[in-house]
């Protein structure tokens, strides 16, 4: 269980999030929805401690995330994996190693920079690509696959990583249709099929009533919807997202039906 409780980040007189708890179940599927500026990605990236709260705290199963140092924070960031918008991946290097960085805290700083990675830890890297069909490019620069591919392949190294939990800060906000359907399905499949809780923020309201258990609605850093996809009723998503309502609600974007899972872009 992740409790944040009443946690607050200021940016000078500004407060991103205000006052925000929430208790996130093992195994859950979250979207954090909202318009731009809500205090979404501060919300998330307070989770792993990218960003730190200016009062509050964040507890997972009763222990105190908040105030860890040293190796227990490298520990906590760990169990916290992050997907960003851009995948964040290094483009130069082969799709295998960029998976293989995931794998960084499990075999030791040294190792991995002198690329002694054993068979066994190339074996993980590449299962882990083939769940997601792309274990065919484990060879290639990561510069030159496409988007969707590329967020494959950073999902694929956050899987490596053997996290707790998913944080996905708007992870298909720069893909197409087709690849957004493939990304958000290998997010399902990792939080089924492994149990790893996802924390999601999505812009699209489509996306995330199609894919999340549960939605927690932000507005001006605090959370005013938190429920089943099917409680959002329009008349609330109208009042969360505002003058950009209309972006998000009855959109008819077209997401083709998964072409499925494993499709390769
Ligand atoms: N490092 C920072 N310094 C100053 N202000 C910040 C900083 N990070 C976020 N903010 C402000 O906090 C508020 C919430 O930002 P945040 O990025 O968390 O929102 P968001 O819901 O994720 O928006 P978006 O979808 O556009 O990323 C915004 O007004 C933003 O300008």
């Known amino acids: 269980m992740l409790t944040i409780d ?14 925000v708890s929430l ?9 954090v929805i909202g318009r731009s500026g809500a205090g979404k990605s501060t919300l998330l ?5 990218l960003q730190e709260p200016s009062e509050g705290r964040i507890l997972c199963d009763g222990r105190d995330v908040t105030g860890l140092h040293g190796a227990d924070l490298r520990a906590w960031r760990q169990s916290c994996a992050m997907i960003f918008q851009q995948f964040n991946l290094v483009g130069r290097l082969d799709v295998l190693t960029n998976v293989l960085m995931g794998r960084l805290n499990h075999v030791g700083q040294a190792r991995a920079l002198l690329k002694l990675w054993t068979a066994e830890d190339k074996a993980i890297a590449l299962s882990a690509l083939e769940q997601f069909d792309i274990g065919s490019l484990a060879s290639q620069r990561a510069e030159s696959l496409s988007g969707g591919q590329q967020q494959r392949v950073a999902i ?22 087709r690849n957004t359907r493939i990304v958000m ?7 089924r ?5 996802v924390i999601c923020n999505l812009h699209s309201l489509d996306l995330a009533k199609t ?15 938190d429920g089943v996809p099917a409680e959002l009723t329009s008349a609330a998503a109208r009042e969360l997202y505002g003058i950009e309502a209309d972006d998000v609600i009855d959109s008819h974007t077209p997401v083709p039906a998964a072409a499925g899972v494993f499709a390769t872009a």
């Open 45 to 49: 990236r307070m989770i792993n401690r």
């Open 23 to 31: 208790e996130i179940a093992d195994g859950a599927f979250i979207g």
């Open 156 to 177: 694929a190294r956050a899987l490596v990583q053997e996290p707790k939990f998913i944080l996905a800060d708007e992870p298909i906000a720069s893909l197409d249709p």
């Open 185 to 191: 399905d290998a997010l399902q499949r990792i939080n």
């Open 193 to 197: 099929h492994y149990g790893i809780t």
């Open 211 to 225: 894919y999340c258990d549960r939605l927690v609605g932000m507005a001006q850093g605090r959370v005013v919807f």
């Open 6 to 19: 009443k946690v607050t980040r200021r940016f000078g007189a500004k407060a991103a999030v205000s006052d």
